[in-house]
């Protein structure tokens, strides 16, 4: 934060977050999947405005229809946060959404770790690292690790997590077709099915390790496609595109819908770009590097 910014004002770039491997391992109890993953995160970011509010009230407004108000994971977050802490401030959460809805990026829990990164420094609670990863894994699974990113080994229902040795610095492409996909029922469908774990974490985590971007390429990998491609074939068409226009690898982040393309280079992004946007202008379509954290002041 500069020292032009208020105390009483936070603008906060919120990552997306997409899935260099993800392995579902079991269902526990709860309804919660047990997975195995490698999260990073991407620049792609929502901004987060957040001020103080006169009284006690949590007031979310947000650039996607339907998303303000008390139905956006942010307000959730600010909620549990002042449950947690006992804090009975107020706060006005503004977020410009640039990171597409329902697409396996992550852009609700990116917004609700921000909300908790920023109005812990906002109402002066300084809470721990831990203690805040803590309140975060109430409010989501992707939570704990959009309020820490960068490039993370994560387990458990995803709250389990480890730093990794940074991406190196690819670029990639996301691109997302125009259709939001329920992340429960495509688990409802995983569970029908019943594929068996993929098991195969060690060899992207050497690739990571030696910054092998071809090995990373190589093993990049998303069990939930089993499930995901047969539902959704444009999903399965966009990743065709991406690889025939020049991209290493190809792959559906989370649950879908959208892909991501690892490329060499900025030059071959752009080319796998522009394939995208000439298949179906309908598309997002959106050139990104690496971020090596999930939420930042600006």
Request: charged letters at 20%; a negative charge; aromatic letters at 6%.
């Amino acid at each position: 934060m500069t020292a032009e910014t208020s105390k009483n004002l936070l603008t906060i770039k919120a990552f997306a977050k997409i899935n260099l491997y993800l392995d579902v391992i079991s269902r526990y109890p709860d309804g919660y999947h047990r997975i195995v993953s490698i999260m990073q995160s991407v620049s792609l970011h929502d901004l987060l405005e957040i001020s103080e509010a006169p009284y006690p009230v949590i007031d979310v407004r947000c650039t996607a229809g339907g998303l303000s108000g008390t139905t956006n994971l942010a307000y959730r977050a600010a909620l549990e946060l002042r449950e947690q802490t006992g804090v009975r401030a107020g706060a006005r959460i503004s977020i410009k959404k640039n990171i597409p809805i329902a697409a396996g990026l992550a852009g609700g829990s990116a917004d609700a770790a921000a909300t908790l990164f920023g109005l812990d420094r906002l109402w002066g609670l300084d809470l721990s690292s831990e203690y805040l990863k803590e309140i975060a894994t109430r409010i989501g699974a992707d939570v704990p690790f959009c309020l820490i990113g960068g490039t993370m080994l994560a387990e458990g229902k995803g709250e389990i997590l480890a730093s990794l040795t940074p991406v190196p610095d690819v670029s990639l492409v996301i691109a997302t077709p125009p259709m939001p996909v329920s992340t429960a029922e495509v688990y409802r469908q995983f569970d029908e099915a019943g594929p068996a774990p993929l098991g195969k974490k060690d060899e992207i985590l050497s690739a990571l390790y030696h910054g092998d971007a071809r090995g990373i390429a190589g093993s990049l990998n998303n069990l939930l496609e089993y499930v995901v491609l047969k539902r959704y074939p444009i999903i399965l068409e966009a990743k065709d595109i991406a690889l025939a226009s020049g991209a290493l690898a190809a792959l559906m982040s989370g649950s879908g819908p959208s892909v991501f393309a690892l490329c060499g280079d900025e030059v071959a992004a752009l080319e796998v770009a522009r394939a995208m946007r000439l298949h179906d202008s309908s598309f997002f379509v959106e050139v990104v590097k690496p971020a090596r954290t999930g939420v930042e002041l600006v």
